[in-house]
């Protein structure tokens, strides 16, 4: 009977986790909160709280306002800046250019949607009437069930590309990916770097459509396993976090999906990653997930600077704490919030310097 009672209820929200599953009681729905790490932008532990949230959560969509940035009454660290006017000019401008190169190519939007409330909803809704238009990435995989945090694949008409640009100024969600590939393909294509398994056994979501965090995990690939990824496309169109356009150069010689277990690190929907590479994301996402919390708890240390100015300053100041072995957490947070509000460089260094 209980089986019976929470069918019914995905069957009135289809995508969506159950009522016991955003509570966090459901043992069945794989779709709550805590039922997958996210490898991206991280929590970082204080004490019993947690300092900020996770930026790409893999949550419930029946929550949306929790991810919408613009919808918190405070100052919110937004993470990237408005997109640039000719944003959308060089993206046409890019994507024409390769079509010189590959002139089957085709442009599909790459969707992370859960900054943005109800479009992860209405993504799914999408890719179930309309699946040679859109398609979820975990469709078909391990990670079906999850589908309602899924990354999608869209095709873009020319039409409809500023549209789809400003409804992308909510966060880091939106990137355009160029390709000889179908819809079908790439989707598969993207599914195999779905999750990161770690040394220890645990599988991560890995959140290629979350513009700040992709380049790292570019990064943080084996070269076997970034020359299987870059295979899969002729250009990857990255909105930077000026709101600038940023391009990922492919290789587009793919092998098909079957080849993905003889590449070395490479695993079903999966590929295997080292501590080495945990590190490099961690320490990339550590200064997303302060200056978030302290757009919450602090935005007067915030000020009125770019979210780009806020990053890059505090990355600096993140790099000086390591280097005088001030540990993670509280001390690593308060000391940032004073550093951002110091009149100079010099004294934010100065700061840090005499921190006990």
Known sequence: MAKRRHDRRHQRQPGRACGAARRGGCGECAAAPAAVPLW?????????????????????????????????KTVMYRITDPH???????????????????????????????????????????????PDQVQSVYQDTPLAE????????????????EQLLERGQAGPVLSFVQTTLSLEQLRQHLACFARARTPDGKWLLARWGCTVVAPVLVKALTPAQKSRFLGGFAAWYLINRKGQLDIVNGSMDA????????????????????????????????????????????????????????????????????????PEGVARLELLARALQQPSAQASRALIQGHP
């Open 146 to 161: 999850l589908e309602a945090c899924s990354l999608f694949l869209a095709r873009v008409a020319r039409k409809d590309l």
């Open 255 to 326: 092998p098909s999906a079957a080849a993905d277990l003889e590449t070395e690190g490479m695993l079903e929907y999966g590929y295997a990653v080292d501590d080495d590479a945990l590190a490099l994301v961690a320490d990339a996402s550590e200064a997303d997930v302060l200056l978030h919390a302290l757009g919450t708890q602090q935005p007067h240390a915030l000020g009125d600077r770019p979210a780009s100015m806020l990053h890059s300053m505090a990355r600096q100041v993140l790099a000086r704490m390591r280097e005088a072995g001030i």
């Open 40 to 72: 991206g932008l991280q929590r970082v532990r204080v004490g019993r709280s947690q300092v900020g949230q996770r930026l790409s959560p893999c949550e419930s969509l029946s929550k949306p306002q929790h991810h919408h940035l613009t919808h918190q």
């Open 84 to 130: 640039t006017p000719d944003l959308g000019d060089r993206i046409r401008q890019a994507v024409e250019a390769c079509l010189a190169q590959y002139p089957d190519s085709s442009a599909y939007a790459l969707i992370d949607p859960t900054l943005v409330a109800d479009w992860g909803a209405l993504l799914w809704q999408a890719a179930q009437d309309q």
